[in-house]
């Protein structure tokens, strides 16, 4: 085979030599490597089974004295002096040498184990576990991806929220073919109830030597607030996620707080419309950088599903401030507000009344709730925050229409 790293051939070749003889002797001194018996069943024929040793997991659970060998030492110190490998030493909270163990040279030995099917050495099978790690680390660009199970939403077809970021069903056994620790780390009835089938899945190409992985928590918890916004369900994703690169597993990472703490309330379908409005509304949160008081009312909101009364209705009340309020406070908020979503004058009344209640300091029903969702979603939709209040206010004396809802927009 073509090698283009002759260093790095020679020193993983030789900690897989010796990690094999580490296994082997564990293996004669009586711990033995556990297996599965998997079912291969075809129709009309009778099912075959095929005997699979799992020595991933028995590879995993040395791994501290796999790592003091003196042969990993020596591997860990060339893939150091690699500048594609920096992305590997970045994957996990210890960082370098303990990043790389657990990154590339843990499972390339693991792949060499799996293709010899146990612990009779091959030399095919080292060589090409190396050529497929060796088109990873000096490829032109690597495929990084990081899936995150969503909960609190139904789905028909895959939804694409932004180039690279979608929501889809998850694939059967897909997360656990890649992390064998995912079944214990997925919320509760994952894969089972109708609305915890899906994955929110961000995939980005990057160039080769990009030292660190895209900010994927910041990604899908904004992914997440969208979809809030958007269906008010009671969506979240997490707890971690699991990342890949060049379909290798890379690490797991915890997904913000905030986006994984599931909010109560009744699981919603994800329809065409509301898909829509999720992914203009994901473009749309990253004018909250320029808009302080956009992001306090974006962050109020969002904390208010997690809240019990009275700080539920309170963080409420900052939110419609902060969104239309300003200066002027939170009557004004309201009133504005009231512009805003009715599209008749018996629907300004309705939202008055309903938000003028909050304003005087009662609890917030779900309308009231509600309301101030949509006045986040129209204030997203109108870009300019600033610019709307003053058409609001124009509207309010008569100088110009009210301004067009993003929700009648659509209908039209």
Not at 262 to 267: F, H, L, Q, V
Not at 332 to 340: D, S, Y
């Amino acid at each position: 085979m073509a090698v283009r790293a002759p260093h790095l051939y020679r020193s993983l070749r030789c900690f897989c030599l010796a990690g094999f003889s580490l296994l082997a002797r564990d293996v004669e001194d009586g711990e033995e490597i556990p297996f599965a018996f998997e079912e291969h069943a075809a129709r009309g024929q009778a099912s075959l089974y095929e005997y699979r040793p799992l020595v991933r997991s028995y590879v995993d659970a040395r791994a501290e004295r796999l790592g003091s060998l003196a042969d990993a030492k020596l591997a860990l110190e060339d893939l150091r002096r690699e500048s594609a490998a920096a992305i590997y030493a970045a994957a996990h909270t210890g960082k370098g040498d303990a990043s790389l163990l657990r990154t590339v040279v843990l499972p390339l030995l693991a792949d060499v184990a799996e293709a010899c099917g146990g612990l009779d050495w091959s030399d095919e099978a080292f060589d090409r576990a190396y050529a497929e790690l060796e088109r990873t680390l000096l490829g032109e660009r690597r495929s990084y991806a990081a899936v995150a199970p969503l909960v609190g939403l139904s789905l028909g077809v895959q939804v694409e929220l932004a180039d690279g970021l979608r929501v889809r069903l998850a694939a059967t056994g897909e997360l656990a073919s890649h992390w064998p620790e995912a079944s214990g780390l997925l919320p509760a009835e994952f894969g089972r109830a109708p609305d915890r089938l899906c994955v929110l899945e961000l995939e980005r190409t990057l160039a080769p030597n990009v030292p660190e992985p895209p900010d994927a928590p910041g990604e899908l918890a904004d992914a997440v607030s969208a979809l809030r916004l958007a269906t008010a369900a009671p969506i979240a994703a997490g707890p971690v996620l699991f990342e890949r690169l060049d379909w290798r597993p890379l690490a797991v990472r915890p997904v913000l707080p905030i986006a994984a703490t599931e909010p109560p309330g009744e699981p919603t379908r994800l329809d065409a419309f509301r898909a829509r409005l999720a992914s203009d509304l994901l473009v749309r949160l990253g004018r909250a950088e320029d808009d302080p008081e956009l992001a306090e009312a974006l962050d109020r909101w969002e904390l208010s599903l997690f809240a019990d009364e009275p700080f539920r209705s309170e963080q409420l009340r900052e939110a419609l401030a902060a969104l239309l309020g300003g200066s002027d406070g939170l009557w004004a908020g309201a009133v504005r507000a009231a512009v805003l979503l009715g599209e008749t004058g018996l629907d300004r009344a309705q939202q008055l009344d309903r938000l003028g209640a909050l304003a005087r300091g009662e609890p917030a029903g779900r309308s009231a709730a509600d309301a101030v969702r949509k006045a986040i979603v129209e204030a997203l939709a109108h870009g300019d925050r600033a610019a709307l209040v003053r058409s609001l206010d124009d509207a309010l004396i008569g100088v110009r229409p009210r301004p067009a809802g993003y929700f009648a927009a659509l209908a039209s």
